[in-house]
């Protein structure tokens, strides 16, 4: 199993350029996450989605929009990047909570994205 | 709105020493996760704490959950230089329709010196 994979790994735009972060993963998991992660600020949640269908904003949606394609992909979305969203992104996922299962959730490899 | 704040932010230790990071959040919740980064790379799961009173053991590293207090340490015994990484521990906000909402603390930058 490869887990949680993520596309591209690195990505450099230029303000105002579009562009969607891949996620995938291979766990059968219901639930999959966006977090950023920036220097000295720990992980903010972008969007989540609790089953394939469903998406939901976190602590900072502002800029992005989330696609959750099928139970396996959701790919992050930035129509017109600006440099605040400089960062590096990761996805997650984990079980669907249903009784006696633990709720970890399991990380990609990241996104680092540079927007100039 | 959860707070969740680690202390230290930094810390330099000696290999041999022990020492214990701690996590504080605001609001009531029973679900605390610990994680490690090394640099450059993704999260990985420690410790996964459900319940009041939990305490898991993995190697040198111990995590416990207060929450009464609202709080969970992460104690390190006999550091080694392996152990050099940041520490994250997570609260989770609330679970929805099977998914939680997690909120990260800023991470602890510990640094193990021969």
């Known amino acids: 199993n490869a887990g949680v994979t993520q596309t591209p790994k690195f990505q450099v735009l230029k303000t105002g350029q579009s562009m969607t972060l891949q996620c995938a993963q291979d766990?059968?998991?219901?639930?999959m996450y966006w977090y950023r992660q920036d220097p000295g600020m720990g992980l903010r949640l972008i969007y989540y989605?609790?089953?394939?269908?469903?998406?939901d904003k976190g602590e900072v949606p502002n800029g992005y929009n989330v696609s959750r394609l099928n139970k396996r992909e959701f790919s992050l979305r930035l129509e017109s990047a600006a440099p605040s969203q400089t960062s590096v992104y990761f996805c997650?996922?984990?079980?669907?909570?249903?009784?006696?299962?633990?709720?970890?959730?399991?990380f990609g490899p990241g996104t680092r994205l540079t927007v100039l | 709105e959860l707070k969740v704040e680690q202390n230290p932010l930094f810390l330099s230790m000696q290999e041999g020493k022990n020492y214990t990071i701690y996590c504080n959040y605001s609001?009531?919740?029973?679900?605390l996760y610990w994680y490690r980064q090394d640099p450059g790379k993704s999260l990985e799961s420690l410790f996964v704490?459900?319940?009041?009173?939990a305490v898991k053991q993995e190697g040198r590293l111990m995590a416990s959950l207060d929450t009464k207090a609202r709080l969970s340490t992460l104690h390190i015994t006999a550091a080694v230089h392996d152990l050099s990484a940041t520490y994250f521990c997570?609260?989770?906000?609330?679970?929805?329709?099977?998914?939680?909402?997690?909120?990260f603390g800023k991470g602890t930058k510990l640094t193990v010196n021969p």
């Open positions: 997650a996922s984990s079980d669907s909570g249903l009784a006696g299962v633990v709720d970890e959730q399991f």
């Open positions: 766990m059968n998991h219901n639930s």
């Open positions: 989605s609790a089953s394939e269908g469903t998406t």
């Open positions: 609001t009531t919740s029973d679900r």
């Open positions: 704490l459900l319940s009041n009173g």
């Open positions: 997570a609260v989770d906000l609330e679970t929805q329709g099977g998914s939680e909402k997690l909120v």
